[in-house]
């Protein structure tokens, strides 16, 4: 198996298709990356921005160029000596064009006659297939077309021998019915993924569909066209360990990894991988970077917030799997229950039951119990829903206290991890988990790795925090005091960043919230209040300029910490990914933000730039609002990773001495010796680094940074950056 040195992520769509991305190659090949690490590629729903509704496996989708245009991406890879990892996406299927779904559009016209009937995860005992896409209850607005069921833009099936009479009519003799999109969560008889009606689950664990959708992406296993698979959302699939041990035999010595968020203190299940996809390591290096000192919050405690809102979750979205566990002969109330008190994603039986009994608080069903229970093996796919949408997706836009903390897989109640916590962690993935991937940004992030590293800044300055917002929010007040606390915090961790963009974040961060407003039921006047407040920020000048200010005060630390949290991922343990565009500044939010396009011309350029200047003998860039010094951490650790492996064979943590010691993270990978500023804003108020030096191992060591020579000083190792990257000379 070839395992990456450091992969980097594309997001492969219509607009930025397949020989798009080849003419990359060679840029990456630049930068340092082994591999390219692409979105999903089967087709998908037309127009997709993202990939993942998968409509077709059996074929590489056509708006990216096809399967043609695969194959010179690949050549182009080779050409450079480069891999493909690829995504894929075995829990689901789009529905949302169901005649661009061959499959579903056959089971919608034959029912359980249709060859795919086994495919799709249906409860055909709950009568016709019921499609939640009407505007409301009456049906007044279907029509018959060239053979077809219309509803405005949408096309359906007719079964064959039903398509006389009205169009009411006709409807209601198919093998589906088309409902209210409101009456979905609670009338939807197939499963989803998460609450998403237009995602419906694949029954891969029945080995005929397995083949079918695999067969693609088993081929290029086995021409080598992929080197590595990356799975989308395991715990969604009936049984993981299953799924994974046939995909691993099939792809023996493919690089394999399962996007499984990993909650705090929870082990990787005994699955045949090589890793996940880093949640886990984001949150370690992330609170490195952030001060434990921070004030504890008054009021609800995230644990409170996280529990309401994964059982409010169980009645508002998730009716329709409720009603499917009690058709099983579940207690839908103590499931819901159950469900609301888990604190992983799910359990995989009878891996994981502690999980259960601590949830069930030790009365659990036995049923629940039974891995071959039909009640047992539904629940488990239920908790990991419950989770994400209870939790990441509505308890995260409420809890508000320093939203650094915010992100998938993270606690925001768990404020700062110390160096020796961070170091424990470390040595024990480079023993268990040496191959998994580490990052600091994905296409899920709430916010990108370099607002976050700003927003850390925060948890130094509590009190100067305080006195700002205080006085932001006389000029712009809201009725909804934790989303205000998201406000200011967004506004300055992303600045400068446009009206545009901030306008439709918090559209969709309060419709997230379920408070003030929501989804199903917008609250025009909170939105208007937050628009007119985002506006004064923008037009009155006091304001602005006020935020400006503190954005430009708080800067300089967020630049140190975004450096020292990068060189800290692309060095430590496991294999660095790193998300489009974040080689230089990047000040994304949630998506679909961070799937913004990239100047990729820009970068390329200025890497050119940069490394004619270290040839030359010329000065290095500073560190500045270019972002180059960044692209120069980037680029000269993704290097010595794929040009000298040797030097990462290892883990051990380098200490410090001296009045800041505490504002040092390092360690020593075999060879190669990380050296990292944290807290940068307490560090400077204490009078800097004053007489700190490093225990540096003996022998000549040379910053790849910039060439100089190191010293055990920490005032001369860190003169022109807040970050080292050491190897002997």
């Known amino acids: 198996m070839r395992v990456p040195t450091g992969t980097y992520r594309v997001q492969v769509r219509p607009d930025f298709g397949l020989d798009a991305t080849a003419g990359l190659a060679g840029y990456l090949r630049a930068l340092g990356a082994s591999h390219l690490y692409s979105a999903p590629l089967l087709t998908a729903t037309p127009g997709s921005p993202h990939g993942y509704d ?36 075995p829990n689901h299927m789009g529905l949302f064009q169901p005649a661009a779904n061959p499959m579903w559009w056959d089971v919608l016209a034959r029912g359980r006659a249709s060859v795919y009937a086994d495919w799709f995860d249906i409860d ?37 021998g039903t398509g006389d009479g009205t169009a009411q009519e006709v409807h209601a003799r198919q093998h589906y019915r088309l409902v209210y999109w409101r009456e979905g969560n609670e009338r ?8 998403v009606t237009e995602l419906a689950g694949v029954r891969v664990e029945d080995p005929a569909v397995f083949e079918a959708t695999h067969a693609e992406i088993l081929r290029w296993v086995r021409e080598g066209l992929a080197d590595g698979i990356r799975v989308d959302h395991p715990d969604g699939l009936r049984d993981p360990g299953e ?38 390591a984001l949150a370690e290096v992330c609170g490195l970077f952030v001060d434990p000192g921070f004030p504890e919050p008054s009021g609800k405690s995230w644990e409170q917030e996280s529990y309401e809102q994964m059982l409010d979750v169980t009645g508002r979205l998730f009716t329709a799997e409720l009603n499917r566990l009690e058709r099983l002969g579940g207690d839908r109330a103590l499931l819901a229950e159950i469900a609301a008190n888990f604190d992983v994603y799910r359990t995989y039986l009878p891996y994981g039951v502690e999980h259960l009994e601590k949830a069930a608080k030790g009365n659990v069903p036995e049923r629940l119990r039974d891995p071959g229970d039909e009640l047992a093996v539904r629940f488990q796919q239920f908790t990991g829903a419950v989770m994400a949408k209870g939790v990441e997706d509505t308890a995260m836009y409420r809890w508000n206290h320093l939203i650094a903390l915010n992100e998938v897989g993270g606690d925001p109640s768990r404020v700062g991890v110390e160096p020796d916590e961070f170091h424990e962690a470390q040595a024990r993935r480079h023993r268990e988990w040496p191959n998994g991937m580490t990052t600091l ?22 009190d100067e925090w305080r006195a700002a917002v205080a006085g932001w929010r006389e ?27 901030l306008r439709l974040y918090f559209q969709k961060a309060a419709r997230e919230a379920n408070r003030s407003t929501s989804w199903d039921e917008p609250d025009k006047a909170f939105e208007d209040a937050v628009e007119s407040n985002l506006a004064r920020v923008f037009r009155d000048p006091d304001l602005h300029r006020s935020v400006q200010d503190f954005a430009s005060r708080i800067t300089p630390y967020g630049w140190s910490n975004a450096l020292g949290q990068k060189l800290v991922q692309l060095t430590m343990p496991g294999v660095p990914d790193v ?80 009045a800041a010691q505490q504002h040092v993270v390092a360690f020593d990978r075999g060879g ?39 010293t055990p000083s920490l005032a001369d190792l860190f003169a022109s950056y807040p970050v080292a990257l050491l190897v002997k000379g």
């Open 54 to 89: 998968v409509v077709d496996p059996r074929k590489v989708n056509p708006q990216l160029g096809g399967a043609p245009a695969l194959d010179r991406l690949v050549a182009a890879l080779r050409q450079q000596g480069l891999g493909l990892v690829v995504d894929i996406v």
């Open 124 to 160: 055909w005992d709950a009568g016709p297939i019921v499609v939640p896409v009407l505007g409301s209850p009456a049906l007044d607005d279907l029509r018959v077309e060239d053979g077809e069921l219309r509803y405005y833009e949408h096309r359906f099936p007719i079964a064959a």
């Open 188 to 195: 939807l008889n197939y499963r989803r993924f998460f609450a």
């Open 243 to 280: 799924y994974l041990t046939r995909l691993r035999e099939r792809a023996p010595d493919t690089w394999l990894l399962v996007e499984k968020i990993l909650e705090r203190g929870e082990p990787m299940p005994p699955w045949p991988v090589d890793g996940t996809t880093g949640y886990d």
């Open 441 to 462: 940004s994905t296409h899920d992030t709430k916010r990108g790795e370099d607002v976050r590293a700003r927003l850390a800044v925060l948890s130094e300055v509590p």
């Open 475 to 501: 000029a712009a007040p809201l009725d909804d005091p934790s989303f205000e606390a998201l406000f200011w915090q967004t506004i300055v961790g992303a600045w400068p960043i446009s009206q545009e963009r």
């Open 579 to 658: 998300y489009q565009g974040t080689e230089l500044w990047e000040n994304s939010l949630v998506d679909p933000d961070n799937r913004r396009p990239v100047d990729f011309a820009e970068r390329l350029d200025l890497l050119a730039a940069l490394d004619a200047a270290a040839a030359a003998g010329q000065p290095l860039p500073p560190v500045d609002v270019s972002g180059a010094a960044k692209l120069l951490v980037v680029s000269r650790a993704l290097r010595l990773r794929r040009d000298r492996p040797e030097l990462f064979g290892d883990y051990r943590p380098v200490e410090a001495t001296g």
């Open 672 to 710: 190669a010796l990380t050296v990292a500023t944290r807290l940068p804003a307490g560090l400077e108020a204490a009078g800097g680094w004053r007489d700190t030096e490093l225990k540096l191992p003996a022998g000549d060591w040379v910053d790849a940074l910039t060439g100089r020579g190191a």
